[in-house]
């Protein structure tokens, strides 16, 4: 009896230690199992129209002496101002930004200079509004300062207003859930293909919002449109059961 006891124990201990191996080996084959993720991206976009403009105007006088040349630059801040306040803008939307003053007779080429054009005065304007439509429209009429005796400056004379969108703190909530309900909705038809099902998110990266031209032109700065459109692209990371 002894014995027999002897060796129902020892085949007991076998049992155990075999099938401890056998669960450490499953859980071994489990632990190497890959972990079977998605990746997916949800775009979310918005039309709006700009609602703040800019419009620099920069023109230029020139005169035999600085007091001439001074005398002609304040007739064409003049004559500026009187055309925005046709235009409907009040006062408080314009301001100088800069004088510039260049005697040419101290240039490298000052015996070509004419007397006349000596010192040349350039004055940096700007215009800025809430109200685009009428920048726009001021903009299209620019051709009436000319009339008026207004010198532009070459390098900015086609430069024009540029419209920028403010609001964009009002659509980000928005706009983010709408995003990552896109990217749920592609992930979810993605695991339906797999035979799978769409887990908790491993991780998610929102995007950067851009605000862009409403239409794409080329050669054209996006700031030179008044209509736009706000996007935002998510990238989220989900893991499949």
């Known amino acids: 009896m002894e014995f027999l006891g002897r060796v129902i124990a020892a085949a ?15 859980a071994l084959i489990e632990s190497r199992q ?14 709006v129209m700009a609602d703040l403009g800019f419009w620099p105007i920069k023109f230029v ?5 600085l007091e001439d040349a001074r005398a002609e630059l304040e007739a064409a801040d003049a004559s500026v101002r009187r055309f925005l306040t046709a235009q409907g803008f009040a006062e408080e939307a314009m301001r100088v930004q800069n004088i510039f003053v260049e005697d040419r007779l101290a240039g490298y080429n000052a015996s070509n200079m004419p007397d006349l054009a000596r010192f040349v005065l350039t004055e ?14 001021a903009a299209r009429n620019v051709g009436e300062m000319l009339r ?3 010198v532009f400056s070459s390098d900015t004379y086609n430069a024009g207003p540029s419209y920028v969108f403010t609001g964009l703190n009002d659509l980000k909530t928005d706009m983010l859930a709408e995003a990552t309900q896109r990217a749920r909705e592609s992930a979810e038809e993605f695991a339906r293909e797999a035979g799978a099902a769409v887990g908790t998110i491993q991780t998610a990266n929102q995007g950067v919002f851009e605000i862009l ?11 030179k449109q008044i209509e736009k459109k706000v996007r935002v692209v998510t990238t989220i990371t989900y893991f499949l059961e």
């Open 213 to 223: 031209a409403a239409v794409e032109i080329p050669e054209q700065r996006n700031e």
């Open 12 to 26: 007991l201990i076998a049992v155990g230690i075999a099938g401890a191996g056998w669960l450490g080996g499953q």
């Open 148 to 150: 008026m005796g207004v």
């Open 34 to 47: 890959p972990v079977r993720t998605v990746t997916v991206k949800g775009l979310s976009e918005r039309p």
């Open 124 to 137: 940096e304007f700007l215009v800025t509004s809430t109200d685009v439509e009428a920048i726009a429209e």
């Open 61 to 65: 006088a020139t005169g035999p002496s």
